[in-house]
């Protein structure tokens, strides 16, 4: 599925152009080209310029046009941290928390992640095709054209293997790109309770030598917290990952200051999310080491934490990338409006950088700055029009999906206008 596409008349072409991540104060430049054009062929953004000088150049008939005339358009998002398929889903959780339980209480008393384990264990590869065929076109709706998505509701041989073939079955057949996480060590199975070492031992010898093999997944997650898995647990698991050929990421550093920002900047971890605890000397390491900070505000919202410290990484050079964590337990939203709301307007990171840290930056998070996450020459065409003329209204149109068309690898996959006027024959 690749087009030959020319997009027109962009009242602002916001390219974020760059192949790798931005950090600090490089967050703040858009590279906005105003009354811009960008020219696809085969799926691959050929030419970037001004509307003129592309007309006198390319000829309008050879390609499918879009006219952008009063629209601002974007490289498509890149939501660089979720866990969007998974079986069953923990409402009742959502009510206990506003009750005033606390997520890792509700872990503790063998809720949380492995309630959703059982469900995703008893689920069957097909209805975990058909809800995650569903969740990627809702993130498809709101300019997602790739997305990170995690196993780890498995915890055992057969369904950690079941969820990253259905993400495999689900990037072959949908047309949002996926990156797949192996994240085999999420939580402590019932059967190993006080066995942590042991587990971690079965997920090394047992489950990462078959999806390194199999290139089921591209990079090992662990969930590095108090109560789950320690520093050393995290460091012996991701050092193996690495000899497989898997990238590292880590949780780190969400409930509980641990070292977990400090072990990705020794790992040289790809990334480290959450951070919502990290220390002063972890963020520093982490600009230093290049790992980018991926920063998940929907998580801290939903379960009434304090914000991590966006500001402050900036600040302090980190890249920062933002996403939505989608899951069944702390962050159920595939909504980019909600994300782009909580991190302007309650963790002081101004619209130019959360509009770098869902593309350029989030495109770093999954290792592919070099080939999506902005609109330059020889990337993947995946662009985001909006039915405004500016980036600003994305945040200033609160909570509200601003996104109008979505075009991936040069083809129109997503059009508002087109789908209401079928339902609605205006
Ligand atoms: N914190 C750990 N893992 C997920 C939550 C998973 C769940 O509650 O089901 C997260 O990133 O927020
Ligand atoms: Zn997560």
Known sequence: MEGNLIIKNANELVTCSGF??????????????????????????????????????YNENDYEVIDAKDKAVLPGFVDSHTHFV????????????????????????????????????????????????????????????????KSGYGLDYDTEIKQLEVMEELDKNHPVDIVKTFLGAHAIPKDYKGKEDEFIDFI????LPDVAERKLAEFCDIFCEKGVFSVEQSRKLLNKAKEYGLKPKLHADEIVQLGGAELAAELGAVSADHLLQASDKGVKDMAEAGVVATILPGTAFSLKEPYARARYMIDQNCAVALATDLNPGSCFTESI????????????????????????????????????????????????????????????????NTVEKVVKNGKLVYDKEEIYSKMFKI
Do not use: C
Request: hydrophobic content about 40%; proline content about 2%.
């Open 20 to 57: 790798k991540a931005k950090q600090g104060k490089e967050m703040s430049d858009l590279k906005i080209i105003y009354d811009g054009a960008v020219v696809i062929e085969d799926g691959i953004i050929k030419e970037v310029g001004k509307t003129e000088e592309i007309l006198d150049k």
């Open 86 to 149: 998974f079986g069953g889903y923990r409402p009742e959780e959502f009510s206990w928390r506003l009750r005033g339980d606390s997520y890792m209480e509700i872990m503790e008393r063998g809720g949380g992640i492995v309630n959703s384990v059982e469900a995703t264990r008893k689920a069957s590869k097909e209805e975990l095709l058909e809800t995650g065929r569903k969740r990627l076109n809702s993130m498809l709706a709101f300019g997602v054209t790739t997305v990170e998505g």
């Open 204 to 207: 090394i010898d047992k489950v």
């Open 337 to 400: 409006p909600l994300i782009f709301s909580l991190a302007t307007l309650y963790m002081d990171v101004t619209t130019e950088e959360a509009i770098t840290a869902l593309t350029i930056n989030g495109a770093a998070a999954v290792g592919r700055a070099d080939t999506i996450g902005s609109i330059d020459v020889g990337k993947k065409g995946d662009i985001v029009i909006l039915e405004f003329p500016s980036y600003k209204y994305i945040p200033y149109h609160i909570g509200v």
